[in-house]
């Protein structure tokens, strides 16, 4: 935090759990994004689905400086494709 990152969830609950689709819980993202972001904090978006539901809708709403990379999420053997990615992800956003 200290450093300028922070990890918010796009849902409160765990996806397995939600019985509506992810679009759903988009706007209460918006709303911790304008809490904790200013014009100046640079958006990854975590987990492929994740990306695919959120990424253009926030880029629509004129959420500024998302990261367009699409990263798979960091379990089930996909960590070293994680890795890559979100070291792709911090170049595009200028941390390398």
Do not use: H, W
């Not at 019985?19 to 918006?30: A, E, G, H, R, V």
């Amino acid at each position: 935090k200290s450093d300028g990152f922070y990890l918010i969830d796009l849902s409160d609950l765990p996806l397995s759990l939600m019985k509506s689709d992810l679009t759903t819980q988009i706007p209460l993202l918006i709303q911790k994004i304008k809490v904790i972001a200013d014009n100046n904090t640079k958006i990854i978006l975590i987990k492929t689905t994740v990306y695919d539901k959120a990424f253009y809708f926030l880029k629509q709403k004129r959420i500024k400086n998302l990261i367009d990379c699409r990263i798979p999420f960091p379990a089930q053997g996909g960590q070293t494709k994680f890795k890559i990615k979100f070291n792709e992800a911090l170049k595009l956003a200028g941390y390398k």
